[in-house]
């Protein structure tokens, strides 16, 4: 193993292990059965964001908005892609793919009988609004900050919007399985440390563009889950007789979500 991918497995290892112990510590209080309908939940709860789940993506924000300016951040930047460059690592694409592969696991693990927190409908809807708040995000970002991708490819580097994606799915992984299955809620991280790595190992992002993106994504999906239950009662609206269907699509080669309504 090259000493490029030792430092990564170390920077990996030592995340996920702050992480999982901030969130042991959130959840151990109190371990709630899975609800097999969160509409159920949403008459006895108010929604309500724990400040505790914002100190981690804060912190990997401020790290990535810090490497812009602070000069030190911006040697250790450039500092690491000459190392990765000295390896010439192989550049694979996977990281296209594995972005997205935690929420597939989510409903691969609920095909197979693992059920999580919420049903169908209700975890698509947290879904698709996660990645339209992480969306929302980081394109417009790319565009204000205008950095220059270590490639030089473009001016679109800050913040990894792969990256983002990919911990927002991680974490909906997490929310999704944190309070049956805990150790495998965080099965979804690795693969985003991996996502994250690779934007670098492709020559694509700098250190600070996957530590901000690694923010955004997990902050996405708290957002996502503190307003599912507004987003909810819209999608229900006043006559009980509706019926809402969310259901993905695939066509033209491209990806999405579609709402079907009846009333």
């Keep these: 193993m090259s ?13 996920l292990s702050a992480y999982g112990r901030l969130a042991a510590q959130n ?19 108010k929604p309500a964001l724990n400040y505790k789940s914002l100190i981690i993506p804060a912190a990997f924000i401020s790290y990535g ?17 000459d190392e990765i460059n000295e390896h010439k690592p192989d550049h694979i694409r996977l990281d296209n793919y594995t972005q997205y592969a935690p929420a597939v696991l989510v409903y691969g693990l609920n095909a197979a009988g693992i059920k999580g927190k919420h049903n169908f409908r209700d975890r ?6 996660s990645q339209i708040i992480s969306a929302a995000i980081t394109l417009p970002l790319k565009h204000i900050v ?22 927002s799915s ?37 250190v ?19 307003l599912f239950p507004k987003i909810n009662t819209l999608l229900k609206g006043k006559n009980k007789n509706t019926a809402t269907m969310i259901m993905p699509f695939y066509q033209d080669k491209s990806i999405g979500i579609g709402l079907f309504k009846t009333f």
Excluded at 3 to 15: A, P
Excluded at 124 to 129: F, G, P
Aim: hydrophobic share 40%; proline share 3%.
């Design 208 to 226: 600070g563009d996957v530590v901000a993106g690694a923010g955004f994504g997990i902050l996405s999906t708290e957002l996502a889950y503190w």
């Design 124 to 129: 698509t809807i947290i879904y698709a609004t």
């Design 146 to 167: 205008k950095e220059e991708r270590p490639d030089q490819s473009n001016n679109l580097s800050f913040p990894s919007g792969h990256t983002a994606a990919a911990f």
């Design 65 to 81: 908005v810090a490497s812009l300016t602070v000069k030190d951040l911006k040697q250790l930047n450039f500092s690491t892609r």
């Design 170 to 206: 991680a974490q909906f992984m997490f929310r999704e399985y944190k309070d049956t299955n805990f150790w495998l809620s965080l099965s979804g991280y690795p693969i985003a440390v991996f996502t994250g790595a690779y934007r670098m190992l492709n020559d694509k992002h700098w």
């Design 3 to 15: 000493i490029v991918h030792q430092k990564i497995t170390v920077c990996c290892i030592v995340l």
């Design 27 to 45: 959840d151990s209080v109190q371990v709630q059965k899975p609800q097999q309908d969160s509409a159920v939940t949403l008459n006895n709860q």
